[in-house]
């Protein structure tokens, strides 16, 4: 079945360590999301590709980098995670941007600061 | 800015019995689409029904229905025949065109909805 996958589920990493987490698509969607989500709270978004167009949300935190070295993988990668980071992070992929197309999503994985 | 309010953190409902999630949102949009998606237990979020604002006709999916009243800015999702399995968390979320190529997904808080046997 096509579907967002992401890896691992779980991640754990040390105070300023680098973490890179990843997501691959089988959609052949235009357009992959990461987003932040902490407990009880709605997801956030961070930036998104559009093909190969970066667009990072305003406040994005400068730690949090990301990469689409094609069109069905995208990296996120955090580089000196604090404890505020621990939180699930989710990827998304639609189709196009626009027109209400729906965001379809990955299980997240859920970071975790030692 | 475009928020969505959701004005109930959690409810509880009986298997087979019917339950309505309120959402409002505030926009100086004309143009924008409203979803409703759930996110079950370490599970992974799905959607569950899609209103495109321009349709006055409220959109219908098996059990789900929502009940869109532009005017008013409200959007309330109702369940029918509920199930063990949509025990979830409910997110209302909106979607706008932010500029260029970008549309934003925003999301409200989120009501945890509880299926009682």
């Known amino acids: 079945d096509a579907m967002v996958i992401q890896n691992p589920r779980y991640q754990v990493t040390q105070f300023g360590k680098p973490v890179t987490l990843s997501c691959s698509q089988t959609l052949n969607h235009n357009v992959m999301y990461w987003y932040q989500q902490k407990s009880s709270q709605a997801p956030k978004l961070l930036f998104h590709?559009?093909?190969?167009?970066?667009?990072n949300e305003a406040d994005t935190p400068d730690n949090f980098q990301s990469r689409r070295p094609n069109t069905s993988f995208c990296f996120l990668d955090i580089r000196s995670p604090g404890l505020g980071d621990a939180a699930m992070y989710l990827c998304?992929?639609?189709?196009?941007?626009?027109?209400?197309?729906?965001?379809?999503f990955g299980d997240g994985t859920r970071l975790s600061i030692l | 800015a475009q928020t969505v309010t959701q004005s109930q953190p959690e409810m509880s409902v009986q298997e087979a019995e019917t339950v309505t999630l309120s959402c409002t949102y505030d926009?100086?949009?004309?143009?924008?689409?409203l979803f409703w998606y759930k996110q079950p237990p370490s599970r992974q979020m799905i959607l569950v029904i899609r209103q495109e604002a321009y349709k006055q006709q409220n959109a219908t999916e098996n059990r789900f229905s929502v009940n869109f009243q532009k005017a008013a800015k409200s959007f309330s999702l109702k369940i029918s025949d509920s199930q063990l399995g949509d025990t979830a968390m409910y997110f209302c979320a909106f979607m706008y065109h932010s500029g260029g190529s970008n549309y934003k997904l925003t999301f409200g808080k989120g009501t945890l909805l509880t299926v009682n046997p």
């Open positions: 998304a992929t639609s189709r196009e941007a626009g027109s209400g197309q729906p965001q379809h």
């Open positions: 590709y559009y093909d190969k167009d970066f667009n």
């Open positions: 926009t100086s949009e004309n143009n924008y689409y």
